[in-house]
């Protein structure tokens, strides 16, 4: 399957690189009772009739510097007659009369539809991005200037504001939570620049995650999304917008019947947040946290398709150090919410309101533990997670091997092989066996081992220690805390024998 790609701009003259996919942030709600399957509707056109004038297109432009190196000037032999024209035509480009010397107009072309009479605008923003002009294009064909609002890479999304003569045709979000798979939608946007375009098609799928970002949450469609339908609107049969059409799929650039949409739930907060503040606001804790495996249940007694999330992480300065969580716990529940795998975790936390104290229950050394953490705001720079702290090893340098993996305590000689930072504490693993379970879990050469089983080890003497601790209590796995080398830290789980 083809890597996702923006739909958004149909570059004009100079292509450019559309920014790189944002990410989208969910607003947890309960999911209604599903509703009455609807029959097929014989013609979407009462529908699209109604919902046309609310969409628009936007177009934008902004000027591309000249190039630093210029064209050089063909070589004409001394004394031909073509010596003046080629000298005059080139001198003049050198001066800015052609598109040698000055920036050049790079334009580009994408959707969006009205929220507000008053003339607010939504679209994607990677279709506006870096822009020194936008214009809002109506169903009508009347022109308006944009100023932009507020933008948010992470969803994507971006608010305009324009100055009717009068009230606009606006249309209003819908509940994508509502969403069944095999429900009919419909697409509206500006594909190719053929503006007014209308696509029918269902919900493929829901939650889809495209691996953009740790927010993934789209909603996944057949309806045609082509290049220039980004940042239009995904409407019900009810004429809300329940997304806001934003990728595709497609080794083409053409329509596969493979888009993804924002849901209406992630978008109407970002837009709320983008009008109030001009930015969006999203909750932080401190944590990185990782998928629990089945291997990693296992090891670390989690049953149940709800796996949680697991924490590889904590910052010491976070709310989540603060309220007492400590990396191996594993989080079940986020203010009331279930955690039904990692990426939920990031989504609901980024959702909560700031500064208020939430309750979180986490499974740690397999006993469920309630924890109140108050929620600090992420910045826009997130600070990074410290490595869990271990005391020295008092040991004498010594190799030792298991699981696959052979390790030694750090010593300056492996530091400076390895490139570890000074803190580094553990054991460096310094070679692993070809075709081993550890080698297809990704472990590698430099690699730290800070812990097995949730226990610190300073010495190769402490991994066999462990490791025969839980044979005795039947486990077939171990659970492994690792540190590459730039810091960050991990959880793997290796089978034992």
């Not at 009508?140 to 009230?167: F, M, N, Q």
């Not at 000074?422 to 310094?430: Q, R």
Request: aromatic content about 4%; glycine content about 10%; some cysteine.
């Amino acid at each position: 399957m083809s890597t996702p790609t923006r739909r958004a701009t149909r570059p004009s003259g100079a292509s450019r690189v559309v920014a790189a996919l944002a990410v989208a942030l969910s607003v947890c709600v309960a999911p209604a009772a599903p509703a009455a399957a609807r029959p097929a509707p014989d013609s979407f056109a009462d529908l699209a009739e109604g919902l046309l004038d609310a969409v628009v297109n936007i177009s934008t432009s902004q000027n591309a510097p000249a190039a630093d190196k210029a064209v050089p000037a063909p070589q004409v032999p001394e004394g031909s007659p073509f010596e003046d024209f080629f000298d005059e035509f080139f001198n003049k480009r050198g001066e800015g009369g052609s598109p040698r010397g000055r920036a050049r107009k790079q334009s580009s072309l994408g959707s969006g539809f009205v929220i507000d009479p008053a003339g607010i605008v939504i679209t994607n923003n990677h279709v506006i991005e870096g822009a020194d002009e936008i214009t809002v294009n109506f169903n009508d064909g009347s022109k308006l200037t944009a100023e932009l609002v507020g933008r948010d890479i992470k969803t994507d999304l971006a608010v305009l504001r324009v100055k009717p003569p009068k009230p606009l045709k606006a249309v209003g979000f819908g509940d994508a939570e509502r969403l069944r798979v095999g429900d009919w939608v419909l697409a509206i946007g500006n594909p190719f620049g053929l503006g007014g375009s209308v696509s029918a098609g269902i919900v493929s799928a829901r939650n889809r995650n495209i691996n953009s970002g740790p927010y993934d949450n789209f909603i996944q469609t057949d309806a045609a999304i082509n290049r220039g339908n980004s940042g239009g609107p995904l409407f019900n049969t009810e004429g809300k917008v329940v997304g806001v059409n934003t990728a595709i799929i497609s080794p083409s650039g053409g329509s596969i019947g493979i888009g993804f949409s924002v849901p209406a739930n992630v978008a109407k907060p970002v837009v709320d947040q983008l009008l109030k503040y001009g930015e969006v606001r999203r909750g932080w804790i401190g944590v990185r946290v990782q998928q629990v495996t089945d291997e990693i249940a296992e090891t670390l007694g989690v049953s149940g398709s709800d796996k949680g999330a697991l924490v590889a992480g904590v910052s010491e300065d976070g709310p989540a150090a603060a309220g007492g969580m400590k990396t191996g716990d594993v989080v079940l529940k986020f203010d009331g919410k279930t955690i039904r795998e990692m990426r939920d975790l990031p989504r609901i936390v980024a959702d909560t309101e700031i500064d208020r104290e939430v309750e979180v229950v986490v499974l740690r050394k397999g006993k469920q533990e309630t924890l109140r953490i108050k929620i600090g705001r992420l910045e826009e720079e997130p600070k990074k997670d410290d490595l869990p702290k271990t005391p020295a090893s008092p040991e004498e340098p010594k190799t030792g091997a298991a699981l696959g993996l052979t390790f030694t305590p750090v010593s300056d000689d492996l530091r400076l092989k390895f490139q570890l930072k000074p803190e580094t504490k553990g054991l460096v693993i310094t070679a692993v066996d070809e075709g081993s379970a550890a080698q297809e879990s990704g472990v590698q050469a430099g690699d730290v081992l800070i812990e097995v089983a949730q226990r610190a080890v300073e010495a190769p003497n402490d991994v066999t220690a462990r490791l025969e601790e839980l044979k005795k209590d039947g486990k077939k796995t171990a659970l492994l805390l690792l540190s590459n080398r730039q810091g960050d830290v991990r959880f793997v789980a290796l089978p034992i024998d």
